[in-house]
């Protein structure tokens, strides 16, 4: 019998139910932690109105969609090629993750009100927004490398590549998209209550801490 650790998600991705608990909540993490993508929703929402969050959302996880799909292609024949490729990738991975851990940890809370001059306040029509919030997340080169870091530590080697790299990605956008929306509500109900300085910097501790954990442990995982 099967324990719920070694459960299969589905037959033919060979990603164990737990594997992927430990990439949500790496994932629920990452989402949660107000970016540039959170920053340009809630600008948005709040000069534009509510309506307008949606094409925001679907032009950040269309972006993160074409950078999943270069991230892995590439990644995926190197890591076929060579298992001492995929363990320099792996614990590479898991010190970009500390790394990126201990600098939200220490950074300064960030005031929305700084932004608000780099936004015309005239109407922009969705699909406006929609190819901006792509730009957005397309235009961080930060994401791609933490996509490039993160994907190794959940991938089975013997398995095909393709199914994994859909669950990861899939859940990815899902969450991303969720979080969003999430925070777009935020703006609309408390305007720039969430991004104050202080609450911005106790929030980036809490995450950071997080970051630096998965990733120690991250590194003393075996595939």
Same mark, same amino acid.
């Given at each position: 019998?099967?324990?719920?650790?070694?459960?299969?998600?589905?037959?033919?991705?060979?990603?164990?139910?737990?594997?992927?608990?430990?990439?949500?909540?790496?994932?629920?993490?990452?989402?949660?932690?107000?970016?540039?993508?959170?920053?340009?929703?809630?600008?948005?929402?709040?000069?534009?109105?509510?309506?307008?969050?949606? !094409?925001?959302?679907?032009?950040?996880?269309?972006?993160?969609?074409?950078?999943?799909?270069? $991230?892995?292609?590439? %990644?995926?024949?190197?890591?076929?090629?060579?298992?001492? !490729?995929?363990?320099?990738?792996?614990?590479?991975?898991? #010190?970009?993750?500390?790394?990126?851990?201990?600098?939200?940890?220490?950074?300064?809370?960030?005031?929305?009100?700084?932004? *608000?001059? *780099?936004?015309?306040? $005239?109407?922009?029509?969705?699909?406006?927004?929609?190819? *901006?919030?792509?730009?957005?997340?397309?235009?961080?080169?930060?994401?791609?490398?933490?996509?490039?870091?993160?994907?190794?530590?959940? #991938?089975?080697?013997?398995?095909?590549?393709?199914? *994994?790299?859909?669950? %990861?990605?899939?859940?990815?956008? !899902?969450?991303?998209?969720?979080?969003?929306?999430?925070?777009? %509500?935020?703006?609309?109900?408390?305007?720039?209550?969430?991004?104050?300085?202080?609450?911005?910097?106790? !929030?980036?501790?809490?995450?950071?801490?997080?970051?630096?954990?998965?990733?120690? %442990?991250?590194?003393?995982?075996?595939?």
């Amino acid at each position: 019998m099967l324990s719920i650790s070694s459960y299969k998600i589905a037959e033919g991705f060979s990603m164990t139910f737990h594997s992927w608990l430990i990439y949500l909540v790496l994932v629920l993490v990452a989402c949660s932690t107000p970016g540039p993508a959170v920053l340009f929703i809630m600008t948005n929402v709040t000069l534009y109105g509510w309506k307008k969050a949606i !094409f925001s959302a679907l032009g950040n996880i269309t972006g993160l969609l074409l950078m999943g799909i270069v $991230a892995v292609t590439g %990644l995926g024949a190197l890591l076929n090629a060579s298992e001492l !490729f995929f363990n320099l990738v792996k614990y590479a991975g898991a #010190i970009y993750l500390v790394y990126l851990g201990i600098r939200l940890f220490m950074q300064k809370g960030i005031d929305l009100n700084e932004l *608000q001059g *780099q936004f015309n306040p $005239a109407e922009k029509s969705g699909l406006k927004i929609y190819l *901006q919030a792509a730009g957005v997340a397309l235009s961080n080169p930060k994401a791609i490398v933490f996509l490039t870091a993160l994907f190794p530590e959940f #991938i089975v080697l013997e398995a095909p590549l393709a199914g *994994q790299f859909a669950i %990861l990605i899939s859940t990815l956008m !899902f969450f991303s998209f969720v979080f969003l929306m999430g925070y777009a %509500l935020l703006a609309h109900r408390a305007k720039f209550w969430l991004l104050k300085p202080q609450r911005m910097k106790r !929030f980036g501790q809490v995450s950071g801490s997080i970051f630096v954990a998965f990733g120690a %442990l991250l590194a003393t995982t075996e595939h």
